[in-house]
């Protein structure tokens, strides 16, 4: 088992930064992948962004590519999502989560509401 917990989200203006946090409780052979998710209301949820604890294998969604970052802290299990130029559309709960190399994602936290006012 895997426990995952998000911290970091609020309400910022269009332009603002933010950056979000996820507390692993450990890492495991079987989910050497971490991911971030959003889904906003009334919408399915999307990959926003994902990385191997190694640091590689990065991959980032067109909506967010040069605007977010993804990281890892294996010193302390730690996963962060850096969001600048925020926008109101990038409004959403985020979710990390733990999978395996094939993106299959089997652990998750409970969420980080994210609003960006206009």
């Known amino acids: 088992q895997v426990q995952l917990s998000e911290s970091g989200g609020g309400l910022v203006q269009a332009g603002d930064s933010l950056r979000l946090s996820c507390a692993a409780s450990?890492?495991?052979?079987?989910?050497?992948?971490m991911g971030w998710f959003r889904q906003a209301p009334g919408k399915e949820r999307e990959s926003v962004a994902a990385?191997?604890?190694?640091?590689?294998?990065?991959y980032y969604a067109d909506s967010v590519k040069g605007r977010f970052t993804i990281s890892t802290d294996n010193a302390k299990n730690m996963v962060y999502l850096q969001m600048n130029s925020l926008q109101p559309e990038d409004t959403a709960v985020y979710y990390c989560?733990?999978?395996?190399?094939?993106?299959?994602?089997?652990?998750w936290g409970q969420g980080t509401q994210v609003t960006v006012s206009s």
């Open positions: 450990r890492r495991t052979l079987r989910t050497p992948r």
């Open positions: 990385i191997r604890w190694s640091g590689l294998e990065t």
């Open positions: 989560a733990a999978g395996d190399r094939n993106d299959n994602y089997y652990y």
